[in-house]
């Protein structure tokens, strides 16, 4: 019978074959002569540091990683795990991608899971130093080994395993928003603010209404309490200011729970409802624990309330104040997007010309198409439907469908399936009016779609076929 390969059988094979000695190996790694020779010939053999074998791959002139499989032994050595070596190659695996030998090494791990509170520290180390990707194999392990469902170590794994999957793709942070949700109760107060922020604006994106009413009236609740307890009950002993470490200022929380709120009744089209909410985040200077930051976030509250109030008196068929909404759109360049959204719903709403409006921004529109963020990609998403509508509503017919398709292709792009099904109806409602080159057009984002989806699912039964 062969005896197994290990790591030391394969360097001392390389060895001969390369004609080395330990001196002449030991010049061309930089490694100590003896050293080296202890590595292979110790009794018993000195381990071999993740360096090391970095460094001997790279005088055998093998590609990064050759070793790292049998590295797996080493880190087990004697069958006991050395954390002086697992930990150095668990990151260096996730560094380089070598998702396989994590999973080997976690896999050994997880016989004893007494290691989970160790794998977890790792993790919140990763995830402490920006290294958020390379952190999920670890919050993973964390995750499918806690034997404590109820520990606040895995409700943590679950929300930072959840801030590290939110990404470009809609669909998949509705996976990821879903997975968390069920723990987002059992996380420290800090955390749960956090959480539920990145909730809404999830839900926003995806514009599923009821979720961001639903997630803003938690964010109220929590923040107040939060509030009570740290400035206002004197008998309470949770003020120490080093305990509670949130993304933002707890100001922040307060006021976005009520602008949540007060957004999601205005897309349900509840506009007075709404409008009763926006004195709540209006003028929040009154709050207590202000620092330079909170007071921006006042400061950006107070605009806020009064760029939705000129958008709630707009979609109420206000349009005595359309002038001087236009004039606060030229002050605050920022609103411009979501201003002329609100314009264009509002025009389509009441059918009224807003013609020499689109005209006057014209500059700013041909802008749009270049913001990148999710956040205005969104609302330009908005923007090219209502120009849709509103040009159809105008009967220049091919102007619409441009708008419909330019829409079709960024929704596809951010794989926001509601959007996508929205223009797919509106193109089909102004079908027989689109010329040979837009129907081409359409056609093709179609089978585009249908691609996306075979190669995901692997079926040939296609949502968007329209074959």
């Known amino acids: 019978m062969e005896n197994a390969t290990t790591i030391r059988s394969e360097i001392e094979k390389e060895l001969k074959l390369g004609g080395y000695t330990f001196n002449s190996f030991g010049q061309a790694t930089g490694l100590n002569r003896g050293i080296f020779s202890a590595m292979l010939n110790g009794n018993p053999p000195k381990p071999i540091s993740v360096r090391q074998m970095d460094l001997i791959t790279k005088a055998f002139n093998y590609p990064e990683g050759w070793l790292y499989d049998l590295y797996v032994d080493e880190c087990f050595y004697d069958g006991r795990p050395h954390w002086k070596r697992v930990k150095p190659f668990l990151i260096r695996c ?125 964010l109220c609740t929590l923040a107040k309490t939060v509030y009570l307890n740290r400035y206002e009950n004197n008998n309470t002993k949770r003020r120490v200011k080093d305990e509670f470490k949130t993304e933002k200022n707890l100001v922040f929380y307060y006021g976005y729970g009520y602008l949540s709120k007060s957004t999601a009744l205005q897309k349900m089209e509840k506009f007075e409802e709404a409008q009763s909410y926006i004195k709540y985040y209006a003028d929040l200077s009154w709050f207590k624990g202000l620092n330079s930051e909170g007071e921006q976030y006042v400061k950006m509250f107070s605009l806020w309330a009064k760029a939705n109030s000129y958008t709630l008196d707009m979609l109420l068929g206000k349009r005595d104040v359309l002038v001087e909404y236009i004039s606060f759109l030229n002050q605050h360049p920022e609103e411009k997007l979501s201003g002329l959204l609100t314009i264009l719903e509002s025009a389509n709403k009441y059918n009224f010309s807003v013609d020499y409006v689109l005209e006057s921004f014209s500059a700013e529109i041909d802008q749009f198409k270049f913001l990148d963020d999710v956040k205005n990609r969104n609302y330009y998403c908005c923007f090219l439907y209502q120009r849709a509508i509103y040009e159809y509503k105008s009967n220049n017919l091919e102007k619409g469908t441009n708008y419909v398709l330019d829409c079709l292709a960024l929704s596809l792009i951010s794989r926001n399936d509601s959007d996508f099904k929205q223009c797919v109806a509106l193109f089909e409602v102004y079908r027989e009016f689109a010329t040979y080159e837009q129907t081409k057009r359409y056609e093709n984002i179609i089978k585009e779609v249908n691609i996306y989806e075979k190669r995901l699912f692997g079926g040939t039964s296609l949502r968007y076929s329209i074959f």
């Open 94 to 218: 996730v560094e380089v991608g070598n998702l396989r030998c994590v999973e080997k090494v976690l896999s050994r791990l997880m016989e004893d899971l007494n290691h989970i509170p160790t794998i977890f520290a790792l993790a919140e180390e990763l995830y402490e130093g920006g290294k958020l990707q390379e952190a999920i194999p670890f919050y993973e392990c964390v995750i499918e080994n806690e034997k404590y469902q109820h520990s606040e170590r895995l409700a943590i794994s679950h929300y930072k395993l959840f801030v590290a999957s939110v990404g470009q793709d809609l669909e998949k942070n509705l996976e990821s928003v879903l997975r968390f949700i069920p723990y987002r109760n059992r996380l420290p107060e800090s955390y749960q603010l956090d959480g539920l922020l990145k909730i809404i604006n999830i839900y926003f994106y995806l514009h599923k209404w009821d979720s961001v009413e639903k997630y803003g009236d938690e």
